[in-house]
């Protein structure tokens, strides 16, 4: 099992496993709380669900995602279809191993028929895949066009680093 720990002589993190299976989730009050692992993975899909609506809201899409149907469409080989790696949330795998919602179609909001889990890796190099090329402002201006006038430019003069002066000692008024 992933981060396995012994809950009496070690700080305990969030998802962290015990020997039955049960997950840690965080500490209120000085009370522990842990999840079973449907609990746990249910939890996990939850909150992308609700950080999907936060983003479908303030960019004002169309989202009717439940997280029913999101457990429901979660691969149950565990793998991300892009990248082909296994899945884990959170940092037992790194970030860029845990599942995130991808839209498939950009243009459209988060509908049961435009979604599925992947990877953050894999969405990353999506985004990389289908962004366009936008050439860098070197490519886009000519260089020194001078128009066929002749400038002389001064050359900048270039700023010394301020000196490192000593702080004024300040009086301690308590002691």
């Known amino acids: ?12 993190k969030h998802g962290d496993t015990r020997e039955d299976g049960w997950r840690f989730l965080d ?15 249910r939890y996990r899909v939850g909150h992308a669900v609700a950080k999907a609506r936060r983003r479908a809201e303030k960019k004002g ?12 469409i979660y691969p ?3 793998l991300c279809w892009v990248t082909h790696e296994p899945m884990v949330w959170g940092l037992e795998g790194g970030y860029g191993s845990s599942p995130s919602i991808d839209r498939l179609d950009h243009t459209k909001g988060y509908t049961p028929d435009n979604v599925s889990w992947v990877s953050l890796r894999g969405n990353q190099l999506k985004q990389e895949i289908e ?34 002066k000593p702080r004024a000692k300040v009086k301690r008024l308590w002691k």
């Open 61 to 72: 899409r169309e989202f009717s995602l439940t997280v029913d149907y999101m457990m429901a």
């Open 27 to 41: 500490c209120h009050k000085g009370q522990e709380r842990w999840a079973s692992p449907y609990a746990y993975e």
């Open 76 to 78: 149950p080989s565990g």
């Open 131 to 164: 962004r366009p090329y936008k050439p860098e402002k070197s490519e886009t201006k000519p260089v020194n066009e001078t128009k066929g006038k002749k400038t002389a430019k001064k050359a900048k003069s270039a700023k010394k680093p301020k000196a490192w």
């Open 1 to 12: 099992m992933l981060n396995q720990v012994n809950t009496t002589t070690s700080r305990l």
